[in-house]
C-alpha cells in the first residue's frame, strides 16, 4: 500500500488592482513599421537583392507617424494605445531599486491588457486616453547614421492599468508603491529615463492619479 504523500507547496495567491495613471511627460510611441517587417518577409521568401543604393519610396509625415502607432479595438471602437509588456517590464526594472530579485518578480507580476493591437494579435495594448501628434526629431542608428525620426506624441494622456500579482509575495501598498516608482524613476516608452540606449528624454513619465 503506497504511504502518504504530503503536498507543501501552496496553491497561487493571485490578487488583482486596477489603477489609473496621468502622464508628467509626453508619451512617444515607436512601433516597428509593419511596411518593413513585409519586406524583410519578402526577401526571405525571394532571397536577398545584389547590394546597392535602395531607393526608398516616398512617405508622407501622416504615413510614417500612422506607421509608428499601435492599435487596439474594443466592441467595435478602435483605438490607440501602448504595449502592455512596457509596463511589466518597467516594473520588473524598477525592483533593482528596492532591493527586490528581479527574477521574483517576473513570476508575481502581470499586466492585463485591455485589448490586442489589430495589425499583430500578439501584441497586448493598454489604451492610451489623450489625443495624439506627430513628433518629429533626429534620431541616430545603430552604425550612428543620423536620420529624422517620426512618431506620435500623447500629452496630456491617462491610461487604466490593470495588474494581477502574487499576494504571497506583494501586497497592495507594495504594488502601488513600485507602479509609482516607474512612473517617476524608469518611465515606458520612447526616451524614457531607464532607456538602454541612452539616459533618456525625461518622456515616459506619471504619477497615479488620486
Request: proline share 5%.
Amino acid at each position: 500500500m503506497a504511504g502518504t504523500v504530503q503536498v507543501t507547496i501552496k496553491p497561487p495567491n493571485m490578487e488583482f488592482v486596477e489603477f489609473r495613471i496621468m502622464g508628467t511627460a509626453p508619451l512617444v510611441i515607436h512601433r516597428f513599421d509593419e511596411k518593413i517587417k513585409r519586406e524583410f518577409g519578402d526577401k526571405i521568401v525571394r532571397g536577398t537583392s545584389p547590394a546597392g543604393k535602395k531607393r526608398h519610396e516616398p512617405r508622407t509625415l501622416e504615413d510614417l507617424c500612422e506607421a509608428a502607432k499601435y492599435i487596439g479595438e474594443t466592441n467595435g471602437e478602435r483605438w490607440e494605445g501602448f504595449n502592455a509588456g512596457a509596463i511589466r517590464a518597467a516594473m520588473i526594472s524598477a525592483c533593482r531599486v528596492v532591493n527586490f530579485k528581479m527574477t521574483l518578480a517576473k513570476l508575481s507580476l502581470f499586466v492585463v491588457q485591455d485589448s490586442w493591437d489589430v495589425k499583430d494579435p500578439l501584441i497586448p495594448l493598454i489604451r492610451i486616453y489623450g489625443a495624439s501628434r506627430i513628433s518629429e526629431s533626429i534620431g541616430r542608428t545603430s552604425t550612428d547614421v543620423a536620420m529624422l525620426t517620426v512618431r506620435p506624441m500623447y500629452f496630456p494622456w491617462e491610461a487604466n492599468i490593470r495588474i494581477r500579482f502574487d499576494g504571497d509575495q506583494f501586497n497592495f501598498t507594495d504594488v502601488a508603491n513600485l507602479l509609482q516608482r516607474v512612473g517617476e524613476q524608469v518611465g515606458i516608452g520612447e526616451g524614457r529615463p531607464d532607456s538602454k540606449n541612452s539616459a533618456g528624454m525625461g518622456w515616459g513619465t506619471f504619477e497615479l492619479k488620486r
